[in-house]
């Protein structure tokens, strides 16, 4: 059976309330403690980065990647504070304001933990389509193929437009207290992937998408999961000789996974007077586990991020029609990602 934790659209049991305070009382101490152990040996530990680096010629990977875990670090026991801080102003003024805290503060943390990460790998960023976004109601359908291309929505939509997005995201997230707690403020979905129960687990993502207004949007990650070759391949393994047309597009599929139907449709379907905002980038895959950033794969990227929008009045209303529809953007967005893709060795 689906497990789903969900913030404003389905109450929470007595249990599931125990449950998620006895996640908590783990996860809050612990993230205290290691944040205060990690910047306690944070100077022997990045004197000892800094030798290795010199030693190997590695650019400083291993002294900007602990600067990075600590930048992180210390900024979600930051986001911590700053929830608590908008608890408490709801608690004097009215919920009205402590939602708007809420968004704000949701963007700001975004926006430092993105410019940290920009200024610390040294990488720039070139912006295509940017007059694709603006205020809502948007349905936004990104790749996912980092740790750091989830910050994207927060900074193009929330940072600049002032949008309150809605989230669908896996159910592991919750082990991450910042995450947690703000996923519990603001209008989430958590859903277990490996689940049975997919009607349950639609049912909620659509409600997600019900009641947008013009300052609202919904974030949803079509593919589930980060990219990796090994996913694609094991997909497209499943896929052959059961379904024709789906292996046929995740076969033309070469930087993306194949799109998961109930989650994206669903919501489209509730969601049927917003717009899509479809957002493809590539220079980020450095960036798609911790290791990778010890490596130093991400230093001297340059990270493309490109954005399309189509009017609802454009999106097919028929289901099949629709997932057609989807499949093609789809591949529109693999062949940008295609273009603009280069090797690590041309960063």
């Not at 586990?289 to 490109?306: E, K, M, N, Q, W």
Request: glycine share 8%.
């Amino acid at each position: 059976m689906m497990h789903v934790e969900t913030h404003a659209l389905a109450p929470e049991t007595d249990a599931s309330r125990a449950t998620t305070w006895l996640r908590r009382a783990i996860t809050i101490p612990g993230l205290l403690v290691i944040c205060l152990l990690d910047f306690a040996a944070l100077p022997f530990v990045l004197l000892g980065a800094l030798v290795a680096d010199l030693v190997r010629h590695r650019r400083l990977a291993a002294v900007r990647f602990h600067l990075a875990v600590a930048v992180a670090l210390g900024m979600h026991v930051v986001g911590l504070f700053l929830v608590s801080g908008a608890w408490v102003a709801g608690v004097l003024t009215g919920r009205e304001r402590e939602r708007r805290l809420d968004f704000r503060f949701e963007a700001w943390w975004a926006s430092v933990m993105w410019r940290a990460a920009i200024w610390l790998f040294g990488m720039n960023v070139v912006v295509e389509g940017g007059d694709a976004l603006g205020g809502g109601p948007i349905v936004f359908m990104s790749r996912h193929a980092s740790l750091l291309d989830v910050l994207l929505p927060v900074i193009f939509l929330s940072g600049q437009y002032g949008l309150a997005l809605r989230y669908v995201a896996k159910r592991e997230l919750l082990w991450d207290p910042f995450v947690d707690i703000v996923g519990h403020r603001v209008p989430s979905v958590f859903v277990r992937r490996d689940s049975r129960d997919h009607a349950r687990e639609i049912q909620l993502v659509d409600e997600l998408a019900s009641d947008l207004g013009r300052h609202d949007g919904v974030v949803i990650f079509p593919e589930g999961t980060r990219f990796t070759e090994a996913k694609r391949r094991r997909i497209l393994a499943k896929l052959e000789g059961t379904d024709e047309a789906a292996f046929a597009h995740a076969s033309r599929l070469k930087n993306l996974l194949p799109a998961h139907a109930g989650g994206p449709l669903g919501v489209l379907e509730h969601a049927k007077r917003a717009d899509v905002i479809f957002c493809a980038h590539t220079g980020l895959e450095g960036a798609n586990h911790l290791r990778d950033l010890r490596a130093g794969s991400l230093i001297g990227a340059t990270v493309y991020v490109r954005f399309w929008r189509v009017p609802a009045s454009e999106i097919p209303s028929d289901a099949a029609a629709r997932l057609m529809w989807l499949r093609a953007w789809w591949e529109r967005l693999d062949a940008w990602i295609e273009a603009h893709r280069r090797p690590p060795s041309a960063q």
